[in-house]
Nanobody
Framework: QVQLVESGGGLVQPGGSLRLSCAASGSIVSIADMGWYRQAPGKQRELVAAITSGGSTNYVDSVKGRFTISRDNAKNTVDLQMNSLKPEDTAVYYC????????????????WGQGTQVTVSS
C-alpha cells in the first residue's frame, strides 16, 4: 500500500517562507512525475509545480521565481520551497505522485497526499 504524507504547512506572514515536504512510502520501485497542487476556497485545484524523475521542472506563472520544487529519488520525497509568500498563495497544498510502480505490479498508479494548509496572512 502506497501512502503520500505531507508536512510543513502553517501560518506565515506575507513575504515569509515555508517549506513543504512529501514522502511516499510502500513497496515502491519507481515514480514518474511528482508535483504540488493547491486548492483555494471556491477555486479549482491547480498545478503549482512539477518535477520529472530526471529533474525537469515546470511552474505555474504566478509562483515562478518564488517557489522551487525538488525531489530525492532515492528517498521518494518531493519538497516545495516557497519564498516571498503572498496572501493569494493561501490554499490547501496537495502532493501528487504519478505512475508509482510497486513491487509485483505491471502498471503504475497515481496517488495523492491528504493535503496541508498554507495560510499567508498578517
Amino acid at each position: 500500500q502506497v501512502q503520500l504524507v505531507e508536512s510543513g504547512g502553517g501560518l506565515v506572514q506575507p513575504g515569509g517562507s515555508l517549506r513543504l515536504s512529501c514522502a511516499a512510502s510502500g513497496s515502491i520501485v519507481s515514480i514518474a512525475d511528482m508535483g504540488w497542487y493547491r486548492q483555494a476556497p471556491g477555486k479549482q485545484r491547480e498545478l503549482v509545480a512539477a518535477i520529472t524523475s530526471g529533474g525537469s521542472t515546470n511552474y505555474v506563472d504566478s509562483v515562478k521565481g518564488r517557489f522551487t520544487i525538488s525531489r530525492d529519488n532515492a528517498k521518494n520525497t518531493v519538497d516545495l520551497q516557497m519564498n516571498s509568500l503572498k496572501p493569494e498563495d493561501t490554499a490547501v497544498y496537495y502532493c501528487k505522485a504519478d505512475r508509482i510502480l510497486t513491487a509485483g505490479s505491471y502498471f503504475g498508479r497515481n496517488y495523492w497526499g491528504q493535503g496541508t494548509q498554507v495560510t499567508v496572512s498578517s
